[in-house]
């Protein structure tokens, strides 16, 4: 994440299309729509049927799903400042982390 961050301050505005993973889930169709035309491809029905076709699912619940909740507090305490950086903090607080890391 933080490479990713440093490409997007190295490449001018105008080369760079960000979507959100959650939305390409939401609606891939849409956003591969987005994708061609900011790369300035044609639509391809073809391609639109393949999109339809594919399996996109979010797995954003994966880790709360298979992981024991100190797997969870460690890996919210690696990477804590990127999941509020990206809105994902849903409940994170440096004292919570801390407890529950501090608990192992």
Known sequence: ??????????????????IEYEELCRD????????????DL??????ERTIRAAS???????RQRDFTPNQQAILES??????????????ITDEAVSRRVSSM
């Not at 044609?42 to 391609?47: R, T």
Request: aromatic share 12%.
């Open 78 to 91: 690696v990477l804590r400042s990127q999941l509020v950086r990206y809105g994902y903090e849903g409940g």
């Open 1 to 18: 994440m933080d490479a990713m961050d440093e490409a997007k301050q190295a490449a001018p505005a105008s080369c760079l299309l960000e």
């Open 56 to 62: 996109l699912r979010s797995e954003n619940e994966k």
């Open 28 to 39: 891939p169709v849409m956003y591969f729509r987005r994708v061609a035309e900011f790369a």
């Open 42 to 47: 044609p639509w391809v029905p073809a391609f």
